[in-house]
């Protein structure tokens, strides 16, 4: 086990009484981008909110970048250069463009940070100034996207940026990940519903069924979308 | 008719000079500082302490500022952090509070009452009608305040994350920032504003260990009428101050004194949430 | 213990109780005596803010105003109109009579369908500076900020005042011990934990609240009335939000929701304030301030339950763990009654070109369907779909923009959810939405409350059910659980109590939103079963929400999709299981082109 990637080990959480996930347990390589996909309701975005410290951790270890952060707060998870992106309200919507990057960004240069975003999305630079809420939905999303980039952190936890968007968007957001993964070794985690993004952008996949992970492959294996949909069909 | 204009005006700034630091406090943790009577009364004993060394009356803004915000430090630290779950319980230990400090001020310096020198005395001619200048002069500190605090809140990294706090507080703690520490820092802020505001006061009335409590829930109905915005509270401060000097005048004085709270309770009935914009 | 012991019990306690007053006199010095009888009618107000903040959640600053309205009463007609007998009359009447009037208007005024907690606080905060101000600006008719003084009261010895307040005191008590825990007492709780549900289950809250606080206001002024009868002074500090705030000290000295607490909280502090204001004012006043402080920050429930866990801990290693409270008895309702007539051709749930949008967000939009009695739709679609929002719609006529909803040939109207149940709807929510603290026995009586009224001051030994929600319990063991406390329920016992619950209500309608959510799937296959079981032989109408499409599959009539807040497909297991759309809809797999094969799917009724 690389000691710069995403380990978790033996995660449980959920709400008060109710444990959503048991036991789950993850772990990429440096760089590695893997997507967790499974249905509505089995626990992915639980996942990732225990993994931030947005809920409370019932047991286990959460490691990122070879660093503890099984008992940390979430703004000092975050500080471990995480970055989260959450499927809802994860923007300020009554902040600007500008400001809602500002935010995130904290130890680069916001010019650096600006050029990173200018590469992934350029219609953003003349938007700066614009309500994040008076954006259209494909447009924040990139923005959500472009804030992750520009904070220029080592890991990413992304919970269903495709949901709801259109087939261009997807492409785009699909070509950017790749783009950043190549350029900066960033080590991913998807949380996905769209299986065709997934396998396109992730080396490995995971499925989560009823809090635990009912299996995983690598993404080039032939036979993976097979065995993922048994566990999504209808 | 001109008189009148600027009592509506002058109250309006007292009214905006003692919310700010409790909208400030209720905008960001979302609970109701009822110890803001008593740091407005330490606050207004800032003032006789500097009125009784002898010092210049306008030195008791940063005492007061001082000394607001150490009481406050203490307050958010070990009384308000554990009841941020239990927003009516900090309501009920905030003015456990207030109690303690009134009666830690009237063993210090007794239950009488007491005045401190005003930094402004006079009258001033305003279209030929003579007006206290210090009651004047509020307008312009009110404002000051107000614009002071809109620019740390608009211009500033801390102001940012303030506000992003305010809106989504587990968004921004996803995005590093610490709200704890905002928190510590805002309540510190509204503590010392309230404290602030205690010591406009003075000149307009005398400085007692229950001095704070009568401001304290016109206040707190401006703050509800108001939601989170800077804005709406000027606006809130015009229309109820206004509201309550026409009564006052016309009506009665006593009326006067029920018409922010009673035309607060209805606008909040008939419109939950009051002048803010959603 | 049987019901009649337990009442004997407390009745026993409160003969010791009046024993104990009727000694006082004999036992006490005559400052004590005089101090203590105020100190007794205090508690009773403070009894009564106990009463709204303890056990229904309302933090109320405003319990002064009702004492004082009672004081007023007597001063202003003794000042007045002389005392005599029939005035003596004439004030009671007037005190009780003003002081459920100013409690109507200020109910009208906080307990709105939909007003928050605070805003109720406020209200009340509103209220004594209101009175205040009011009896300043009475002139020479109130006194103004002196009060009235210098009438002629009852002429009764100090003593006697002493046993009028204890007895007062203590029956005041008893009643109010006997009714909250009872079984309509206990709706108090259900309230503060979880108004919501109560709303779902046809309980009118703001009705109960403005009740209890009616009650409230009666036993407030009653109180004041008897201490202008004995002091002979009433001034306008006793409307004052002040006093209206030491109230609640007492009572978060003492124990909030503990009865007893804020009564002793009250004698104790009241009496001692006036012991030790003479000689250590400000410093007695501190101490006050800083143990409230302390017991708000660290000991929220007071200290009455501090005094008494530790000989009731003590007791119960002495007497060995205690016997579960196991004592409830099921009785199956005969179900020619739960089920009324039987279910007509006709829709039990008709929806028509619903609509619902947040400004210039639109979530749903011409939903038009309907369902009759025995179907099992289910309604599908990916998040954000609108699935929760149309669920909701049918359950509360204020939620849909536009559209109409008919229940059992029923327009729903506006109607608000309370009202909605009365129709014959039912909503299990998608979180398990149960009340914490009761047990399941007690959840499941409260959901009874709309069909059988609950006595005000016995507690039912048996739990009358109707058939469907029998058959939950008994399939999921609930029904051996029935003295466990809702919070230690596992998270599947929860959902399948709240489900009993629901139909508990008898619904023509059942409206499910992932009732499977977190559960194992043996819990799952036990609600499936019931389900379909609840349609077959119970002809209910079953609106499903659910993500775990294989669960929908097995047990559904029919299947509704939706996408992006409209209907996009409405057909047969088999017809939405093999449509493309739905596999777009689902997959996202329109886009990129990655073939699947699915596995080859079983249709059918399950067996």
Redesign the interface.
């Known amino acids: 086990m690389s000691a710069s990637g995403i380990e978790v080990q033996q995660l449980s959480s959920g709400y008060a009484g109710a444990k959503v996930i048991r036991e789950v347990s993850l772990a990429t390589a440096p760089g590695e981008i893997l997507a967790v996909l499974g249905k509505n309701g089995m626990g992915k975005s639980t996942l990732l909110k225990a993994m931030m410290g947005l809920l409370p951790r019932m047991g286990g270890s959460v490691r990122f970048a070879g660093r503890e952060a099984t008992r940390l707060p979430p703004y000092a998870v975050a500080r471990l250069g995480v970055g989260y992106v959450a499927q809802e309200k994860a923007l300020f919507q009554d902040l600007t463009v500008e400001e809602n990057l500002r935010l995130a960004v904290r130890r680069t240069d916001f010019e650096v940070a600006l050029a990173e975003v200018e590469r992934a999305f350029p219609f953003l630079l003349q938007r700066l100034k614009q309500r994040a809420g008076t954006l259209s939905g494909g447009e924040q999303k990139m923005l959500l996207m472009a804030r992750s980039l520009a904070v220029g952190g080592k890991v990413l936890l992304i919970d269903e940026i495709t949901e709801g968007l259109q087939p261009s968007v997807i492409d785009r957001l699909a070509g950017v990940i790749r783009d950043a993964r190549a350029r900066h070794g960033t080590t991913m985690l998807l949380v996905e519903q769209h299986l065709p993004f997934a396998l396109a952008v992730a080396d490995r996949w995971a499925v989560l069924d009823r809090g635990e992970i009912a299996d995983t492959g690598a993404a080039g294996e032939p036979d993976a979308a097979a065995r993922i949909l048994r566990h999504l069909s209808v | 008719m001109i008189a009148q204009a600027l009592d509506i005006l002058t109250t309006a700034a007292i009214l905006y000079a003692v919310a700010t630091g409790l909208l400030l406090v209720f905008g960001v943790m979302k609970i109701i500082n009822f110890a803001h009577g008593g740091l407005m009364t330490l606050g207004g004993y800032a003032a006789l302490v500097t009125t009784q060394l002898g010092l210049n009356p306008w030195l008791a803004i940063p005492a007061a500022a001082l000394f607001g915000a150490v009481a406050g430090m203490a307050i958010e630290r070990f009384v308000v952090r554990p009841l941020y779950a239990r927003p009516l319980d900090a309501i009920l230990a905030t003015w456990g509070l207030s109690i303690v400090i009134g009666q830690l001020i009237t063993i210090a310096f007794g239950r009488g009452v007491q005045f401190a020198q005003a930094p402004l005395d006079g009258t001033l001619d305003v279209f030929g009608e003579s007006y206290s200048a210090y009651r004047l002069a509020l307008v312009p500190i009110a404002l000051i305040l107000g614009a002071g605090l809109t620019a740390l809140l608009q211009g500033t990294r801390l102001g940012l994350e303030t506000r992003a706090v305010i809106m989504n507080e587990d968004l921004a703690r996803g995005l590093g920032i610490n709200s704890g520490l905002v928190r510590f820092l805002t309540f510190t802020l509204g503590s010392a504003l309230a404290a602030i505001a205690g010591t406009l006061i003075t000149p307009l009335s005398s400085v007692d260990p229950g001095m704070g409590v009568p401001w304290l829930v016109n206040a707190f109905m401006l703050v509800l009428v108001s939601g989170a915005s800077l804005v709406s509270l000027l606006v809130s401060c015009l229309v109820l101050g206004g509201a309550q000097v026409l009564v006052s005048t016309h009506l009665s004085p006593v009326l006067g004194g029920l018409t922010i709270a009673v035309l607060a309770a209805i606008i909040l009935r008939i419109r939950p949430q009051g002048f803010a914009r959603d | 213990m049987t019901e009649s012991r337990r009442l004997g019990f407390i009745l026993a306690a409160a003969l010791l109780a009046c024993a104990i007053v009727a000694a006082g006199p004999y036992l006490l010095d005559t400052y004590s005596v005089n101090v203590l009888t105020r100190s007794l009618l205090y508690a009773a107000v403070a009894l009564t803010v106990d009463l709204l903040w303890g056990y229904l959640g309302i933090?109320t600053f405003g319990q002064s105003v009702f004492f004082a309205i009672g004081a007023y009463a007597a001063g202003l007609v003794f000042t007045h109109l002389d005392f005599s007998n029939a005035n003596a009359v004439l004030a009671l009447g007037l005190g009780i009579g003003a002081a459920l009037l100013t409690a109507a208007i200020v109910g009208w005024?906080a307990f709105?369908h939909?007003?928050?907690?605070?805003?109720a606080?406020?209200?009340t905060?509103?209220l004594p500076?209101?009175a205040t101000?009011?009896l300043?600006?009475g002139g020479t008719f109130t006194g103004s900020s002196s009060g009235l003084s210098g009438f002629t009261s009852f002429d009764v010895s100090m003593e006697g005042w002493f046993w009028i307040a204890g007895f007062f005191l203590v029956a005041v008590t008893t009643g109010a011990f006997i009714f909250v825990k009872s079984d309509a007492g206990r709706l108090l709780v259900a309230v503060r934990e979880n108004e919501q549900r109560c709303k779902y289950l046809g309980l009118d809250t703001s009705r109960l609240k403005i009740a209890v606080y009616l009650a409230c206001a009666a036993i407030g002024a009653v109180a004041g009335y008897l201490y202008a009868g004995y002091s002979m002074v009433v001034a306008p500090e006793l409307a004052g939000?002040v006093f209206g705030?030491e109230l609640?000290?007492w009572t978060?000295l003492g124990g909030r929701g503990t009865l007893l607490g804020p009564v002793f909280g009250a004698l104790i502090v009241d009496y001692e304030s006036a012991q030790l204001s003479g000689d250590y004012p400000?410093?007695w006043?501190?101490i006050?301030?800083?143990v409230?402080?302390l017991v708000?920050?660290?000991f929220?429930r007071g200290l009455l339950p501090m005094v008494v866990a530790l000989p009731r801990r003590l007791l119960a290693r002495a007497r060995g763990p205690a016997s579960p409270a196991g004592e409830m008895r099921l009785v199956r309702l005969d179900p020619t009654l739960t089920q009324g007539e039987a279910p007509g051709d006709g829709a039990a749930l008709a929806v028509k070109d619903v609509a619902k949008h947040f400004g210039s967000l639109s979530v749903l939009s011409g939903i038009d369907f309907s369902a009759r009695a025995g179907e099992l739709v289910s309604l599908v679609g990916?998040?954000?779909a609108g699935k929760t929002t149309l669920m909701r719609c049918i359950a509360d006529g204020s939620e849909r923009s536009a559209g109409s909803i008919v229940v059992n040939g029923h327009d729903i109207g506006r109607r608000p959810p309370e009202a909605c149940v009365a129709l014959g709807v039912g909503r299990k929510f998608q979180?398990?939405n149960v009340f914490e603290t009761l047990t399941v026995a007690q959840c499941l009586q409260v959901a009874r409350v709309r069909h059988a009224r609950p006595s005000f001051w016995k507690r039912s030994r048996t739990l009358p059910l109707p058939e469907a929600a029998l058959h939950v319990l008994a399939t999921t063991g609930l029904d051996r659980q029935l003295g466990t406390p809702a919070?230690l329920?596992?998270?599947g016992m929860?959902q399948a109590l709240e489900l009993a619950m629901v139909l508990a209500l008898e619904p023509r309608v059942l409206l499910l939103d992932?009732p499977t959510?977190?559960l194992?799937?043996t819990e799952r296959m036990q609600i499936g079963g019931i389900l379909t079981e609840l349609t077959r032989r119970q002809g209910l109408c079953i609106l499903l929400v659910e993500?775990?499409?294989d669960f929908v599959?097995e047990i559904s009539s029919r299947i509704i999709v939706l996408h992006?807040g409209r209907i996009v497909l409405d057909g047969s297991v088999e017809e939405?299981?093999n449509s493309e759309l739905?596999?777009q809809v689902?997959?996202?797999?329109?886009?990129?082109?990655?073939?699947?094969?699915?596995?080859p799917?079983q249709t059918g009724a399950p067996a």
Not at chain 3, 114 to 119: E, F, P
Not at chain 3, 586 to 599: E, L, N
């Open positions: 933090l005024l709105w939909g007003a928050s907690a605070l805003y606080s406020v209200i905060l509103v500076i209101v101000q009011l300043y600006s939000f705030t609640v000290i978060a400000f410093v006043q501190l006050i301030g800083i409230f402080v708000i920050v660290a929220p990916p998040n954000g979180m398990a919070h329920l596992s998270h929860k992932e959510a977190g194992t799937k993500h775990d499409l599959r992006q939405v299981v739905v596999r689902y997959a996202g797999s329109g886009h990129a082109g990655i073939a699947h094969s699915a596995q799917i």
